[in-house]
């Protein structure tokens, strides 16, 4: 079983900048794809950017050329740089890792962004 544990959520003003991390409690080198997703009050889940272990990234069309996604195999994380931020980003932040060994999804327990206009 591995433990994902989200990190730097908070308050921001609209066009600022945060980076949210997430740090596996184990080895990340053989999951096919790590992703974050988040949620909105009212709103379903949805997935924001995957990196997959070939390095192909997905992005959602609205956070596309603002959003960075990476990992780091090496480090066990997965990073999700979010620039010009805007009121509409603002959500519960999931990190999300599926493993294909055991064909076990993980998730992460969210961070909270808040963009303020």
């Known amino acids: 079983q591995v433990q994902l544990v989200e990190s730097g959520g908070g308050l921001v003003q609209a066009g600022g900048s945060l980076r949210l991390s997430c740090a596996a409690s184990?080895?990340?080198?053989?999951?096919?794809?790590m992703a974050w997703y988040r949620q909105a009050p009212g709103k379903q889940r949805e997935l924001v950017a995957r990196?997959?272990?070939?390095?192909?990234?997905y992005y959602v069309d609205s956070v596309k050329g603002r959003f960075a996604i990476s990992r780091d195999n090496a480090k066990n994380t997965v990073s999700l740089q979010m620039n010009s931020l805007k009121p509409e980003d603002t959500a519960v932040y999931y990190c999300?890792?599926?493993?294909?060994?055991?064909?076990?999804?993980?998730w992460g327990q969210g961070t909270q962004v808040t963009v303020s206009s």
């Open positions: 184990g080895s990340i080198s053989s999951f096919a794809a």
């Open positions: 990196v997959q272990r070939s390095g192909t990234t």
């Open positions: 999300f890792a599926f493993d294909p060994v055991v064909a076990a999804n993980y």
